[in-house]
């Protein structure tokens, strides 16, 4: 009796154990299904920021682009008008030149009569 009643005792104590095993068991496996929801929920997050980063980057690269263009066309409508203007500038020293001669012309004219 002695011993059947050590072994209850033992069958007990070991359901008891069994019981806590399984217990902590779920209970890990409860924190990795949450660990591992978590994980995936961080990376969708990191995903959708890395998708938003990349869309930002395209967007600032293709306003680069067309802001290198509108200086490009900056540059040259600048060097056709600094053109126009030596041009100009090269016209008006012609003419006052030709004046002068002119002037000069008229004023020995003068002179001689």
């Not at 806590?20 to 995903?47: C, G, N």
């Not at 540059?75 to 100009?88: C, G, P, T, V």
Request: no cysteine.
């Amino acid at each position: 009796a002695a011993t059947k009643s050590a072994d209850e005792s033992r069958l007990a104590a070991a359901a008891k154990e069994q019981e806590r095993v399984e217990k902590t068991e779920e209970q890990l496996q409860a924190e990795l299904a949450a660990t591992k929801s978590a994980d995936a929920s961080r990376l969708a997050t990191a995903a959708k920021e890395q998708e938003r980063l990349e869309k930002t980057e395209e967007q600032l690269e293709a306003e680069l682009r067309e802001t290198d263009a509108k200086l490009e066309e900056a540059r040259k409508r600048l060097s056709s008008m600094q053109d126009e203007l030596r041009a100009e500038k090269a016209k008006l020293e012609a003419t006052s030149a030709a004046d002068a001669s002119k002037v000069a012309a008229v004023q020995q004219l003068a002179k001689d009569a």
